[in-house]
């Protein structure tokens, strides 16, 4: 068993997703103030902290290929268990269920898929966004108040988070550069939390803030180990965009590319909003 890794040298992001190993399959953890969100933890650093259990394990096999996480409650400040265990292990795929509880009460079930990787054709039918180079692009903040975004270098080319003033907007999508702060090499436990660095879409097209979470978070990885170290502390290009909004909820798309035009990874989320 080990300590959680909270030491002075530890990057924020890796003190965040810090766990310790219970038994074979079960983890603990506790919430890292610096990725508080409005209501308990920043999701995108709940499904990081989930794909870094799977990582943990013992019978791992390859890398993350897919994760869908549903915030099913609340999650609190403070300490709480992850139950991370194989379903089924196949010759390049395998299939795990994943929870996450606190106090005895489940908040987040999750299922993933990893896998290894091999050569074989490829082809990218997506289309990076046109976008200048990070470095000519001013940097941004969200609002003070949502503290997890501090941890966040952004650098909005589309699409920023609306001001007082703003007003509606007639289009969903939002453009930015962005990368943890300070730098941090690019791993899949960071690149799960940068696909939900998009703030709600309904704050754009409404032009305010209002009440919305996100209810389920699916990642599609496309990048293997090489593609991250190629990119290494390198900001990343992120779009999002919404197909629909209604009686609810919205849908969620976005993309996150490597700096120099590789496709990382496809993101979808189904969100709750009121107003």
Not at 131 to 142: E, I
Not at 244 to 259: A, I, M, P, R, V
Request: hydrophobic letters at 40%; proline letters at 7%; aromatic letters at 10%.
């Amino acid at each position: 068993m080990t300590e959680l890794d909270t030491t002075e040298d530890t990057h924020v992001f890796d003190a965040a997703v810090s766990l310790v190993a219970a038994d074979a399959h079960r983890y603990t953890g506790r919430t890292h103030p610096a990725y508080a969100n409005m209501v308990g933890p920043f999701g995108g650093i709940t499904a990081a902290t989930l794909v870094r259990a799977v990582q943990q394990h013992p019978e791992v096999l390859g890398v993350p290929l897919s994760l869908t996480v549903n915030y099913c409650g609340p999650l609190a400040d403070g300490e709480f268990e992850i139950a991370a265990r194989p379903v089924r292990t196949n010759r390049s795929t395998q299939h795990w269920s994943i929870e996450l509880s606190q106090d005895g009460a489940v908040t987040t079930t999750a299922t993933a898929v990893f896998g290894t990787r091999r050569d074989t054709w490829s082809s990218t039918e997506a289309v990076a966004p046109d976008a200048p180079p990070a470095q000519d692009v001013a940097q941004q903040s969200l609002p003070e108040f949502i503290a997890w975004s501090r941890n966040y270098e952004m650098r909005f080319v589309e699409g920023a988070v609306p001001g007082p003033e703003t007003g509606e907007n007639p289009d969903s999508t939002t453009t930015l550069w962005v990368r943890d702060a300070p730098p941090r090499p690019l791993d899949f436990a960071a690149l799960t939390s940068l696909c939900d660095v998009f703030f709600p879409r309904v704050f754009l097209r409404r032009g305010q803030y209002m009440p919305a979470g996100t209810v389920s978070l699916t990642v599609y990885f496309h990048a293997d180990a090489d593609a991250l170290a190629r990119q290494s502390d390198a900001s990343v290009l992120g779009t999002a965009r919404s197909q629909h909004f209604g009686k609810g909820y919205f849908d969620q798309s976005g993309e996150l590319w490597s700096s120099d035009g590789e496709l990382l990874a496809t993101t979808h989320q189904l969100v709750y909003f009121k107003g």
